[in-house]
């Protein structure tokens, strides 16, 4: 991921504790804001991708996002985000691409057939559980067949924290395109997007949290 006003730092955790506590200096003029956002945050975040967890906070004028470094579990790497550019990196965090196109055709499982299906590569299997027809069973084997994260994203607000309170989004990623994951009742509805509306589902979300 790239944006032209985000920062990375890789720290230890006694740095980053320093760092915000403010006992050390932050390098570079985005990295500050994003500790103040860890200091005093307006909402808390958390991103699940694939097997993987990053923590994140929020504040009205920036985001940062915490996160084991890769190839060294003892360090931990730090995002720094305007935050008007949130929505855009969680957004690729997830795994979405501007360069993918949705699919064809909305897919809906039963919620256990959706667990099944998703914990291996069994393409025939998915096509035999998809809800639909044949084109819903060409996209379901499509969907298997292609790489693919599966990524859900939680806001809630710092102060007042209960489960009530907290906003969710979740979504599947592949070379085929993408969807939202949409639990209603006795099924689970894949609703293909894009990534603007991937985007733009994000964004309204952390606006509701943060009260604009």
Same mark, same amino acid.
């Given at each position: 991921?790239?944006?032209?006003?985000?920062?990375?730092?890789?720290?230890? /955790?006694?740095?980053? =504790?320093?760092?915000?506590?403010?006992?050390?200096?932050?390098?570079?003029? &985005?990295? =500050?804001?994003?500790?103040?956002?860890?200091?005093?945050?307006?909402?808390?975040?958390?991103?699940?991708?694939?097997?993987?967890?990053?923590?994140?906070?929020?504040?009205?004028?920036?985001?940062?996002?915490?996160?084991?470094?890769?190839?060294?579990?003892?360090? +931990?790497?730090?995002?720094?985000?305007?935050?008007?550019? =949130?929505?855009?990196?969680?957004?690729?965090?997830?795994?979405?691409?501007?360069?993918?196109? #949705?699919?064809? &055709?909305?897919?809906?499982?039963? #919620?256990?057939?959706?667990?099944?299906?998703?914990?291996?590569?069994?393409?025939?299997?998915?096509?035999?559980?998809?809800?639909?027809?044949?084109?819903?069973? &060409?996209?379901?084997?499509?969907?298997?067949?292609? /790489?693919?994260?599966?990524?859900?994203?939680?806001?809630? #607000?710092? =102060?007042?924290?209960?489960?009530?309170?907290?906003?969710?989004?979740?979504?599947?990623?592949?070379?085929?395109?993408?969807?939202?994951?949409?639990?209603?009742?006795?099924?689970?509805?894949?609703? /293909?997007?894009?990534?603007?509306?991937?985007?733009?589902?994000?964004?309204?979300?952390?606006?509701?949290? +943060?009260?604009?």
């Amino acid at each position: 991921m790239s944006h032209p006003r985000a920062a990375r730092l890789r720290v230890g /955790p006694e740095r980053l =504790a320093a760092l915000v506590q403010g006992r050390d200096h932050a390098p570079g003029d &985005t990295l =500050a804001p994003a500790l103040g956002a860890m200091r005093d945050p307006v909402a808390l975040l958390r991103l699940h991708v694939d097997q993987g967890a990053a923590h994140g906070w929020l504040d009205r004028r920036a985001c940062a996002i915490l996160s084991r470094a890769e190839g060294d579990p003892d360090e +931990l790497e730090l995002l720094a985000l305007p935050a008007d550019e =949130a929505p855009a990196g969680l957004a690729s965090l997830g795994g979405t691409s501007d360069a993918r196109l #949705p699919p064809a &055709t909305r897919l809906a499982f039963a #919620p256990a057939d959706l667990a099944l299906v998703l914990s291996g590569r069994d393409a025939e299997l998915a096509a035999a559980r998809v809800r639909g027809g044949e084109p819903e069973r &060409t996209a379901a084997r499509s969907l298997l067949r292609s /790489p693919r994260t599966h990524w859900q994203l939680e806001v809630w #607000p710092a =102060a007042q924290y209960s489960g009530d309170e907290k906003l969710a989004v979740e979504g599947l990623d592949s070379a085929s395109g993408a969807w939202l994951v949409h639990p209603q009742g006795d099924e689970v509805e894949l609703e /293909p997007v894009t990534h603007a509306e991937v985007e733009a589902r994000i964004r309204n979300m952390l606006g509701a949290v +943060l009260g604009r």
